[in-house]
C-alpha cells in the first residue's frame, strides 16, 4: 500500500473539469514539493507537472497542479478522450529517504 | 534528441542475478541524476533507486536494498541495475529515467521504454 493515497479512479465527461487527490504526510508532500506523472495505456510515463504546479513545455494549460499542507490534486479542465490514462503523483520522504509514488488514479472519459 | 534506451531483462530463476542496462544520448550525462522505476503487471510505478549526476550519491527503496546496486559509466553515457537474489516480486518492466539535474531525485522528464524482468521457476 501506497503512503501517497489517491483514489483508484475517477471518470467525467468530454469538457468537464476533473480533480485528482494525493494525500500524504508531513515526511513527504508537506515538506517536499509533489509531481504528477501521466501514463497511456502502453506506454511509459510522462511528466505532467513538477514542483506541485509548473508545467513542463508542451503540456497544455487544461492541467494544473496544487498542493494544501499535505496533500496535493491535478485539476484537468476542459476534458478530451486523449486524456484516458493512469496518473500518478510522486514526492520525496524525508524519513524514509526515498521517492514515493501514489498508487495511481485511472481516468476514464465516459 | 533525448533517448533512454534500457536492455538486459530476461526470465530468471527466483535467487538469480541479472544486469539491466540504459544507453543514454541526447543530453550531458553527468549532469542528470538517473533513477530506476518499475512497473509489476497491472500494477502502479515503485520506485527503485537513484544515482546522482556525479555517482557519488545513491539511494534505494526498502524493498530492494541490499540486493539492487545502481550505478552509472560517464564515459560510456549508461546506467546499469545489478539484480541478485531476485524474488517473484520483482518481476516488473524496469523503466530508466532522466531526472532534470544532477540532484533531482524523483522529476523525471525523460523515461526509457522499458525491459522486462520475469523471476519465475
Known amino acids: 500500500q501506497s503512503v501517497l493515497t489517491q483514489p483508484p479512479s475517477a471518470s467525467g465527461t468530454p469538457g468537464q473539469r476533473v480533480t485528482i487527490s494525493c494525500s500524504g504526510s508531513r515526511s513527504n508532500i508537506g515538506g517536499n514539493t509533489v509531481n504528477w506523472y501521466q501514463q497511456l495505456p502502453g506506454t511509459a510515463p510522462k511528466l505532467l507537472i513538477h514542483s506541485d504546479n509548473e508545467r513542463p513545455s508542451g503540456v497544455p494549460d487544461r492541467f494544473s497542479g496544487s498542493k494544501s499542507g499535505t496533500s496535493a490534486s491535478l485539476a484537468i479542465s476542459g476534458l478530451q478522450s486523449d486524456d484516458e490514462a493512469d496518473y500518478y503523483c510522486?514526492?520525496?520522504?524525508?524519513?524514509?529517504?526515498?521517492?514515493?509514488f501514489g498508487g495511481g488514479t485511472k481516468l476514464t472519459v465516459l | 534528441e533525448v533517448q533512454l534506451l534500457e536492455s538486459g531483462g530476461d526470465l530468471v530463476q527466483p535467487g538469480g542475478s541479472l544486469r539491466l542496462s540504459c544507453a543514454a544520448s541526447?543530453?550531458?550525462?553527468?549532469?542528470?541524476?538517473l533513477s530506476w522505476v518499475r512497473q509489476s503487471p497491472g500494477k502502479g510505478l515503485e520506485w527503485v533507486s537513484t544515482i546522482s549526476g556525479s555517482g557519488t550519491r545513491t539511494f534505494y527503496a526498502d524493498s530492494v536494498k541490499g540486493r539492487l546496486t545502481i550505478s552509472r559509466d560517464n564515459s560510456k553515457n549508461t546506467l546499469y541495475l545489478q539484480m541478485n537474489s531476485l524474488r517473484a516480486e520483482d518481476t516488473a518492466v524496469y523503466y530508466c529515467?532522466?531526472?532534470?539535474?544532477?540532484?533531482?531525485?524523483?522529476?523525471?522528464?525523460?523515461w526509457g521504454q522499458g525491459t522486462l524482468v520475469t523471476v519465475s521457476s
Open positions: 541526447g543530453f550531458t550525462f553527468s549532469a542528470s541524476a
Open positions: 529515467a532522466k531526472g532534470v539535474h544532477s540532484s533531482s531525485w524523483y522529476t523525471y522528464d525523460y
Open positions: 510522486a514526492s520525496w520522504d524525508d524519513s524514509l529517504k526515498g521517492v514515493l
